[in-house]
């Protein structure tokens, strides 16, 4: 029987509790995950929440609790983390926006699951919806895609957090970093930077 770690959640052999530093943030920080993203041991939402401890994860598929998400959200406060083609650039977005941001929203899951939670849930699109431009690549190599410029919702959630609040935010790629440097599965499946 595989032993895990109570605090982290990781299995005892790859248990990160000693590279995880709280990051302050005044922000609320609300991740939906895709049901199919919370069963993979490498999603980066818990990482989010071993370092922001108030940090919600939603599962998508809990109806209950995203209508009571949909209650709390009002369009001036929050802001929902996705390039559309009406969202603003987060760099661009002015002092005065940025001081009234209280909640930050982001949807863990693969492209197209993020695609299909936003179609399915259509009051995400009446809150006040910011994509990067510039975001820095991103050094999550131990999950595949083919977009060049895809972050893991670890790093996403650490750039949404420096852009509007320029706050230490490393505790969040240590973590990151740790969970790379300690995951013991097949070389094949990392990405190639």
């Known amino acids: 029987?595989?032993?895990?770690?109570?605090?982290?959640?990781?299995?005892?052999?790859?248990?990160?509790?000693?590279?995880?530093?709280?990051?302050?943030?005044?922000?609320?920080?609300?991740?939906?995950?895709?049901?199919?993203?919370?069963?993979?041991?490498?999603?980066?939402a818990r990482l989010v929440s071993l370092c922001?401890?108030?940090?919600?994860?939603?599962?998508?598929?809990?109806?209950?609790?995203?209508?009571?998400?949909s209650e709390q959200c009002s369009p001036r406060h929050s802001v929902l983390i996705y390039p559309s083609e009406?969202?603003?650039?987060?760099?661009?977005?002015?002092?005065?926006t940025r001081t009234e941001v209280r909640t930050l929203v982001l949807i863990d899951g693969s492209w197209k699951q993020a695609f299909g939670l936003v179609k399915q849930n259509?009051?995400?699109?009446?809150?006040?919806?910011?994509?990067?431009?510039s975001a820095p690549p991103s050094n999550y190599t131990i999950r595949h895609t083919t977009i060049s410029s895809a972050l893991s919702t670890l790093e996403a959630t650490a750039y949404a957090i420096q852009c509007i609040e320029q706050v230490d935010v490393s505790g969040l790629h240590k973590a990151q970093k740790a969970l790379q440097d300690k995951w013991q599965g097949p070389t094949s499946h990392r990405r190639q930077l």
């Open 1 to 44: 029987m595989r032993l895990y770690c109570e605090h982290c959640g990781y299995p005892q052999k790859t248990c990160i509790c000693f590279h995880i530093s709280t990051v302050h943030t005044s922000l609320e920080i609300v991740i939906i995950q895709h049901e199919k993203e919370g069963l993979h041991a490498k999603n980066t």
């Open 52 to 69: 922001i401890p108030s940090t919600r994860i939603i599962l998508a598929n809990n109806v209950d609790a995203m209508q009571s998400l």
């Open 86 to 96: 009406h969202s603003v650039p987060i760099e661009n977005v002015n002092t005065i």
């Open 122 to 133: 259509p009051w995400l699109a009446k809150l006040q919806v910011f994509h990067f431009a």
